[in-house]
Every structure is written in C-alpha cells, then in structure tokens.
C-alpha cells in the first residue's frame, strides 16, 4: 500500500522555505505578510534584507562611477557617464530619506519595511542602471521612485508612527505603575519581614521582581542607546547634504558664468553677420553700376575713333 503524505510549506526546511520565497516579487511578499505568523517572520526578514542591501548596492555603484569621471567640474559635467551618476546620487538621497523615516522601527523591531512595491522599482532602476549607458530622459526614470517614496513615507508618518508612539507610552506607563507598586510592595514586604524574618520566600520573589525591573531598565537603555545612534547618523547625514548643496550652488553658479559667456560670444557673431551683410551689399551694388560706367567708356572711345578714320578717307 501507497501512502500519500500530504506536506505544508511550514514542515519543509527553513532552507527550502528561503528558497522558495526568493521566487516572489517583494511586493508579493508584502502581501504575503498577512497569511499567517510564519509567512509574517519570513516575508519581514526577506523585506529587511532587501532594504538593507540597497544601500550597499548603491554606494558600490557610486565609487565605481566616481572613479570612471574626471576630477575637474566642467569635464566631469561634459562626461557621458555624469547623468548616471546623478542619478544615483538622486536615488541615494531617497534611500537616505527612507531610512531616517524607517530604520528607528525596523532596528527595535517594531515593523519591517513593508513597501514592497517601492523596492522592486528600485532594483528596476538600479538593473536599468547597470545595463544600460545612455539615458534619454532621466528624470522619468527617477519618478515613480520618487513618487511611491514620499506616499510611503507619508503613510508611515501618519499611520504607523502615531501608534508606535501610543505602544511605547503604554510601556513606559506599565514600566512606572511596575516601579510604583513595587515600592508599595517592598515597604510592605519589608514591614511584614521584620515581623516574619524566618520566611524566606518573600526574598525569593522581591529577586525575581528586582530582575524583571533590571531587563526591562536594560531594554530601555538599549533604546536609549539606539536613539542617540540614529540622532548622531542623522547629523552626519545632515552634514553630508549640506556639503551637497554647497557644491550644487557653486556648480550652478559656474554654469552661469559660461551661459553669459556664450550670450556674449553670440552676440559678437552677430556683430560680425550684419558688418558681412552690408560688406556684401555694398559689393553687388558696386558690381551693379560697373558694367554701365564700362559701356560709356567703350562709346568714348570708338567714337574719337570713327572720326579720325573718315577725316582720313576725305584726304584720301
């Protein structure tokens, strides 16, 4: 006799599971999120992964650019590949963005980075950026990035932020209600050890009291420290756009420099049309007037001619 056992995909290997999973778009995998628990911690781990690594992508792309491009501004402007870097650039910028709104939450594992969508058309632009060298029209490559970015950041500030907030209130709400009927507890607890000071189990239960108290003070500082992290990378990040800036205004600036210059050298050509329109005016009318002052000369002669040769027929 045949048995046909019949498998679900939580009995297969976790390995089998990841194998399986890198099949779905990140998008799928976001909706996925909601089947169950199991498919909750995978798809979060594969949405995390994926957001983590875009970073890295990125800057690798960047330095192999950089290195490709001129040290001068104006011949780094003229290069082919300076609109692949400043797209990068650009779609660096949004990841910055990103991970100021979402890294607090993913890093204290309050949520994962849910917007699917919005990574699978990262890897789209950034496997277009890889294939392709010349772009025609950049800035509609980076819009439907730009676009999914700021609704997702907008959703997250609005919708997520706010009840993250509420669930850290409530725990730091049970964390002093903890702390407060703990002391109440230990004065109480230490008047009816004076009058009991043979029972020791009372000693038993402050300690497991005390060392729930001392986690969850350790969890908070974990907390703590990862705040005054991300508020250090926020400065950092601060300082980095700022330089940006800077030296977008200083190439704008040097754009404009060379756009009066050309202005200037425009002019001067047509300067130099109109003085070589009238030069050639002057020639074709001058051309004009010289075969009539030829004829008449011709006439002047001929006829000085005519008379002497029939004077000379009368004395002949």
Same mark, same amino acid.
């Given at each position: 006799? @045949? @048995?046909?056992?019949?498998?679900?995909? @939580?009995?297969?290997?976790?390995?089998?599971?990841? #194998?399986?999973?890198?099949?779905?778009?990140?998008?799928?995998?976001?909706?996925?999120?909601?089947?169950?628990?199991?498919?909750?911690?995978?798809?979060?781990?594969?949405?995390?992964?994926?957001?983590?690594?875009? =970073?890295? &992508?990125?800057?690798? /792309?960047?330095?192999?650019?950089?290195?490709?491009?001129?040290?001068? =501004?104006?011949?780094? $402007?003229?290069? +082919? /590949?300076?609109? *692949?870097?400043?797209? &990068?650039?650009?779609?660096?910028?949004?990841?910055?963005?990103? *991970?100021?709104?979402?890294?607090?939450?993913?890093?204290?594992?309050?949520?994962?980075?849910?917007?699917?969508? /919005?990574?699978?058309? &990262?890897?789209?632009?950034?496997? $277009?950026?890889?294939?392709?060298?010349?772009?025609?029209?950049?800035?509609?490559?980076?819009?439907?990035?730009?676009?999914?970015?700021?609704?997702?950041? =907008?959703?997250?500030?609005?919708?997520?932020? +706010?009840?993250?907030?509420?669930?850290?209130?409530?725990?730091?709400?049970?964390?002093?209600?903890?702390?407060?009927? !703990?002391?109440?507890?230990?004065?109480?607890?230490?008047?009816?050890?004076?009058?009991?000071?043979?029972?020791?189990?009372?000693?038993?239960?402050?300690?497991?009291?005390?060392? &729930? /108290?001392?986690?969850?003070?350790?969890?908070?500082?974990?907390?703590?420290?990862?705040? #005054?992290?991300?508020?250090?990378?926020? *400065?950092?990040?601060?300082?980095?756009?700022?330089?940006?800036?800077?030296?977008?205004?200083?190439?704008?600036?040097?754009?404009? #420099?060379?756009?009066?210059?050309?202005?200037?050298?425009?002019?001067?050509?047509?300067?130099?049309?109109?003085?070589?329109?009238?030069?050639?005016?002057? !020639?074709?009318?001058?051309?004009?007037?010289?075969? @009539?002052?030829?004829?008449?000369?011709?006439?002047? =002669?001929?006829? +000085?001619?005519?008379?002497?040769?029939?004077?000379?027929?009368?004395?002949?």
């Amino acid at each position: 006799m @045949t @048995t046909n056992i019949i498998l679900s995909f @939580t009995d297969l290997p976790l390995l089998v599971q990841d #194998k399986i999973i890198n099949y779905f778009s990140y998008a799928e995998l976001s909706c996925l999120r909601s089947t169950s628990k199991h498919f909750q911690r995978l798809c979060s781990e594969k949405l995390n992964r994926g957001y983590s690594q875009l =970073e890295i &992508i990125i800057h690798d /792309l960047q330095k192999q650019i950089k290195t490709k491009l001129p040290r001068r =501004e104006s011949e780094r $402007h003229k290069h +082919p /590949l300076s609109t *692949k870097f400043d797209i &990068i650039s650009s779609l660096d910028s949004r990841i910055q963005w990103l *991970k100021l709104t979402f890294s607090s939450a993913i890093q204290n594992s309050f949520c994962c980075f849910y917007p699917g969508h /919005l990574l699978d058309e &990262i890897y789209s632009v950034l496997n $277009h950026l890889k294939t392709q060298q010349s772009f025609s029209n950049p800035c509609t490559l980076l819009q439907e990035t730009r676009d999914m970015s700021s609704m997702a950041i =907008e959703h997250f500030r609005e919708q997520i932020k +706010p009840k993250l907030q509420s669930m850290r209130m409530t725990s730091l709400n049970t964390i002093r209600h903890n702390i407060s009927t !703990f002391s109440t507890t230990m004065t109480s607890s230490l008047s009816h050890y004076h009058h009991y000071h043979r029972k020791r189990s009372t000693n038993g239960i402050f300690r497991r009291r005390i060392d &729930i /108290l001392k986690n969850r003070i350790c969890k908070q500082n974990i907390i703590m420290k990862s705040q #005054k992290s991300q508020v250090k990378h926020y *400065k950092q990040l601060l300082h980095m756009r700022t330089k940006s800036l800077i030296d977008h205004h200083r190439r704008l600036k040097y754009l404009e #420099k060379k756009n009066k210059e050309s202005e200037q050298i425009l002019l001067e050509i047509q300067r130099d049309n109109n003085t070589l329109l009238q030069r050639i005016d002057r !020639f074709v009318l001058t051309y004009d007037n010289i075969p @009539t002052e030829l004829n008449n000369k011709k006439c002047d =002669e001929i006829f +000085p001619q005519i008379n002497t040769n029939l004077k000379r027929r009368k004395i002949d």
